[in-house]
């Protein structure tokens, strides 16, 4: 759980989110995670 929400805050967050986002099509099928998105509007 925290390696999706950390790879999700970085996606949202880097200058260079492109290797976070490989992240999360690779091991979460391409999905953020929904509690940091919340957390982040």
């Given at each position: 759980?925290?390696?999706?929400?950390?790879m999700t805050?970085?996606?949202h967050t880097a200058d260079d989110p492109d290797i976070f986002h490989?992240?999360?099509r690779?091991?979460?099928e391409g999905q953020p995670d929904d509690a940091?998105?919340?957390l982040l509007q």
């Open positions: 759980m925290k390696f999706h929400s950390s805050l970085f996606a490989e992240a999360l690779r091991y979460f940091t998105l919340a």
